[in-house]
């Protein structure tokens, strides 16, 4: 099959395992590009501008997988799943609190993989193309077409997830969404996580926009965008 798909960036030092990502990336269509420590990793995603970029955590030289999440993060919001040994609850709330879009423990089937990394590009480029013009609430303006986030006048930097979970609950302002309708609407149906992975999203905007997000918490249900 021909790579018409797009880019994606492996960063992974274990070569069993990023043959293993390249054969089933490439046969289904995408172009991959393999980086074997954090430096590499971050040198082909600002050259290339991949469609997305997966990351082991645990990697040789002076950045591991968090760090250059946080970096990647700091200046592009392409979309980055992990794929980790690391299983612990904690290095998993980290990773998503970093701003990644999915993360996945290794042993790994690379089917599901593949199916992960079409329904974060799927959601992302929905998104993208769904409802081009923008929304104000208060000083608070985002441009959904462009996917771009002011606040006060001042950009607010965004991973791909926050925006689409912003744009979902100011598309549906004064309802009261539980997590189930978030990770519906927002990971969509094909999404085998936790449901606390809203709430790890919901604590990073409220971070990030601070009192311009007039979003409540309605205990043991979920949450409304007032």
């Avoid at 004064?174 to 992975?197: A, F, I, K």
């Amino acid at each position: 099959m021909n790579a018409d798909l797009g880019t994606i960036v492996v960063v992974e030092d274990d070569p069993h395992i990023a043959d293993l990502v390249d054969l089933y990336l490439r046969r289904d269509g995408f172009r991959v590009l393999i980086a074997t420590n954090g430096d590499q990793g971050l040198e082909l995603a600002r050259r290339e501008g991949p469609r997305m970029v997966i990351l082991d955590i645990g990697l040789p030289g002076a950045r591991d997988g968090f760090d250059v999440c946080k970096e990647l993060r700091a200046e592009s919001a392409v979309p980055v799943l992990f794929l980790t040994a690391r299983d612990d609850e904690i290095d998993r709330v980290l990773g998503l609190e970093l701003g990644a879009d999915d993360y996945i423990t290794k042993p790994f089937s690379p089917r599901e993989l593949v199916a992960r990394v079409r329904a974060v590009l799927r959601r992302s480029d929905d998104s993208m193309h769904r409802r081009p013009d923008t929304i104000e609430l208060a000083d608070l303006v985002v441009h959904l077409g462009g996917r771009e986030v002011f606040a006060g006048g001042e950009p607010v930097a965004l991973t791909a997830r926050e925006f689409d979970l912003l744009a979902f609950l100011l598309s549906n302002q004064g309802l009261v969404l539980n997590r189930r309708q978030l990770l519906q609407g927002v990971w969509g149906p094909d999404w085998y996580g936790d449901e606390r992975t809203v709430d790890v999203h919901v604590a990073q905007l409220r971070k990030k926009l601070g009192a311009r997000l007039p979003l409540t918490t309605v205990w043991g249900v979920g949450y409304r965008l007032a």
